[in-house]
């Protein structure tokens, strides 16, 4: 599991909030304060399939339901309810892949919580590969290459070793 970029997102409606969320590498996780209303897990209708979610109530309608951003893995995901809050943990099926928002149609990240996301997903893929440098407090100029299809981080390290190299002779 990856590490998590350090802010949640909000998704509000008409100015109740309805759920937080966050990502990392390989995984969405979502949380939802369920309003001061105790709740087990017998109280609650969770379906979760490869490209879309439906959670509710059992008795009363479905409170969040809709079609995923992406595809996730929908044999390894997991929830439980903490403190009265209910925590879905789910695992993209595209490791690497930046998601500007939970569900298709809601609210897509900001411009800048987008930029930093990609940012964090990409050191992490970079931290995953080479576990033995330290990628964390790297910055980028210009724009952040796409994690899932970035392919130059071999030959950007052979390039450094190279000079490295030629400079130390």
């Avoid at 969405?28 to 109280?43: A, Q, R, T």
Wanted: aromatic fraction near 16%.
């Amino acid at each position: 599991m990856g590490e998590i970029y350090n802010k949640r997102h909000k998704y509000m409606n008409n100015g109740v909030l309805i759920y937080e969320w966050e990502q990392s590498i390989d995984e969405i996780n979502i949380y939802i304060d369920m309003n001061s209303k105790l709740v087990n897990k017998n109280d609650l209708n969770i379906e979760i399939k490869s490209k879309r979610i439906t959670i509710g109530l059992k008795n009363p309608e479905n409170f969040l339901e809709g079609e995923l951003f992406s595809i996730i893995d929908e044999d390894c995901f997991f929830w439980f309810i903490e403190d009265n809050n209910l925590h879905i943990f789910l695992t993209k099926v595209k490791k690497g892949e930046s998601w500007n928002s939970v569900f298709k149609g809601h609210k897509n990240l900001n411009p800048v919580d987008e930029d930093n996301t990609k940012k964090q997903i990409f050191l992490e893929r970079f931290q995953q590969e080479y576990p033995n440098f330290d990628f964390f407090s790297a910055s980028f100029n210009g724009q952040v290459p796409d994690a899932r299809t970035f392919m130059g981080v071999f030959l950007l390290l052979s390039f450094f070793s190279l000079h490295i190299f030629a400079l130390s002779r």
